[in-house]
T-cell receptor
Framework: GAVVSQHPSWVICKSGTSVKIECRSL??????MFWYRQFPKQSLMLMAT?????????EQGVEKDKFLINHASLTLSTLTVTSAHPEDSSFYIC??????????????FGPGTRLLVL | LAKTTQPISMDSYEGQEVNITCSHN???????ITWYQQFPSQGPRFIIQ???TKVTNEVASLFIPADRKSSTLSLPRVSLSDTAVYYC????????????FGTGTRLLVSP
């Protein structure tokens, strides 16, 4: 299957700093990428849809000024957590769609990034 | 977006066949059914995807009845390493696919 990578795999930062997480599709082009957040023992929650060359679409309740998304190329999307606070500590996961023909679309997920804000 | 319902947890033993059923009563005509596996602190891993009847790959089978209101993921001869959370999702097959994750099924495989 298609490979999606994330960097860094984990990050610890001080409260008030900004953290950038990269998501790359390694062997395919992705016009659309998605960002999820997962708290311990919970399911994944969709945060936003990242579209190449246009503004991201955020889910209800997700602050767009807090979670900046940039999708500058067909293989890279970045999520920047601005002025991070301890409650932003979570597991952030991206995914990208690999279009195979016109009838089937599968999302492949990155390995995730563990963020701990002190 | 079709809502899915799965059992919260299941227990099994090594070597047994495990069947996890997912209900999706409001599935739309263009929706595909996709199953993912997630280990702790890892991203979900694609297992199998189907539209109707039966799909089989090297790791699992997916059974979908004619009305498509449910689906069953079948894992043959599970091992300890199959202990994970399994998610069933439905979504459109064209355009971007916005996936909404349900609670998933936590499978525990014991020796």
């Amino acid at each position: 299957g298609a490979v999606v990578s994330q960097h860094p795999s984990w990050v610890i930062c001080k409260s008030g700093t900004s953290v950038k997480i990269e998501c790359r599709s390694l062997d395919f082009q992705a016009t659309t990428m998605f960002w999820y957040r997962q708290f311990p023992k919970q399911s994944l929650m969709l945060m936003a849809t990242s579209n190449e060359g246009s503004k991201a679409t955020y889910e209800q309740g997700v602050e767009k000024d807090k979670f900046l998304i940039n999708h500058a190329s067909l293989t890279l999307s970045t999520l920047t957590v601005t002025s991070a606070h301890p409650e932003d500590s979570s597991f952030y996961i991206c995914s990208a769609s690999d279009r195979r023909g016109a009838h089937q679309e599968t999302q492949y997920f990155g390995p995730g990034t563990r963020l701990l804000v002190l | 977006l079709a809502k899915t319902t799965q059992p919260i947890s299941m227990d099994s033993y090594e070597g047994q066949e495990v069947n996890i059923t997912c209900s999706h009563n409001n599935i739309a005509t263009n929706d595909y059914i996709t199953w993912y596996q997630q280990f702790p602190s890892q991203g979900p891993r694609f297992i199998i995807q189907g539209y109707k009847t039966k799909v089989t790959n090297e790791v699992a089978s997916l059974f979908i009845p004619a009305d498509r209101k449910s689906s069953t993921l079948s894992l043959p001869r599970v091992s300890l390493s199959d202990t994970a959370v399994y998610y069933c999702l439905v979504g459109m097959n064209t355009g971007f696919q916005k996936l909404v994750f349900g609670t998933g099924t936590r499978l525990l495989v014991s020796p």
